[in-house]
């Protein structure tokens, strides 16, 4: 074997067997990790049968692990407080439940017109309001609903985050969701905001969530869309690949499959877009280091067009969808 040839890297297998429902499964891509560097290759393959795409062999516990330094974004220790908008306040007090000011006359009015198509897929308060966000990170999103008045909880596998979080009064158990050991039936709101992309045994996760969700409780995930347009793009360069944090990716297909089979019902989804997945995959594609696509006005216009035809095709980057336990 001459040296040309010992340096190659070895073609990846073309089917594997999907982790989730054992269906056979074609090569789809590979790559290395664009945000972190590093020269392993990951490869991916797709399902034709529940339609999620997934790393393969999946790495053990310790390596994933690895995969997460400690300036992991979601790390940051500073929680910016955002304060409501007037408009949001009005939304969120007369359309979802919530305990806000009252509007005057001209949000009222505002809002009317705007819950329609803004803020859509937020999450409606309830009084039995005990909630649990899986893979809270620094507590942002903890600090947001609970202000809301929602009584919540965290599970996050990172000391730094866990660190932070309890910094600022949130109660937050480190390690994974089973080894929490919830009670059955707890939680009235359970959120896994960009997480189950990162679950090695999304099927083991989904049961522990069915187990703990009260009936009649609500189960929102945000996750990227692995049918979006900028994946079709970009390839490999998707900013939402984040090979090879992400060990899985879905559809709407694939979390309904997912969900269907544990007993949850979708209530509503969306399909979400914004410019920013366009920019990143515009840095990743052309090898960016150290000047940023969002600092560019000409590739900020070129988004603009891509966001609309993304959102006009229903293959925006990101879906957030509503699932709900039934009532027994």
């Known amino acids: 074997m001459n040296q040309s040839t010992a340096q190659q890297t070895p073609s990846p297998i073309q089917h594997a067997l999907c982790p989730i429902c054992q ?12 945000m972190f560097g590093g020269t392993a290759t990951y490869d991916y393959y ?15 516990l310790d390596t994933i692990a690895s995969f997460y330094p400690d300036n992991y974004s979601i790390y940051d220790p500073v929680i910016k407080k955002s304060r409501e908008s007037r408009l949001k306040n009005a939304v969120l007090t007369r359309y979802y439940g919530y305990n806000g000011n009252t509007p005057r006359m001209v949000e009222r009015l505002t809002a009317s017109i705007a819950h329609k198509f803004k803020f859509k897929g937020t999450i ?36 730094t985050a866990v660190t932070i979080c309890r910094n600022h009064g949130l109660n937050v158990f480190q390690g994974d969701l089973h080894s929490a050991g919830y009670d059955d039936n707890s939680f009235d709101l359970i959120t896994a905001r960009h ?27 945000r996750t990227p869309n692995r049918s979006s347009l900028g994946r079709t793009l970009f390839g490999k360069y998707w900013f939402g690949n984040e090979i090879p944090r992400h060990l899985f990716l879905f559809n709407i297909a694939a979390l309904d499959y997912l969900a269907s089979r544990e007993g949850l019902v979708r209530k509503e989804y969306r399909i979400n877009t914004s410019p920013k997945l366009f920019l990143n995959s515009i ?13 560019m006005k000409l590739r900020r216009m070129l988004a603009k067009p891509f966001v609309r035809l993304a959102q006009l095709l229903r293959r925006g980057d990101e879906i957030h969808v509503l699932y709900v336990k039934p009532a027994q």
């Open 283 to 295: 840095d990743y594609l052309l090898k960016l280091k150290s000047e940023s696509s969002k600092k």
């Open 23 to 34: 269906g056979n499964s074609n090569y789809d891509l590979s790559s290395t990790d664009l």
């Open 195 to 221: 997480l189950i992309e990162h679950v090695p045994d999304p099927v083991g996760f989904i049961k522990e969530v069915v187990r703990i969700l009260k009936p009649g409780g609500t189960l929102n995930i």
């Open 124 to 159: 409606p308060y309830t009084q039995q309001n005990r909630m649990l966000d899986i893979g809270c990170g620094n507590g942002r999103f903890l600090v947001e609903m609970n202000r809301l008045g929602w009584n919540g909880e965290g599970v996050e596998f990172n000391e």
């Open 46 to 60: 797709k399902c034709g049968i529940c339609h999620a795409v997934f790393i393969n062999p999946m790495p053990d």
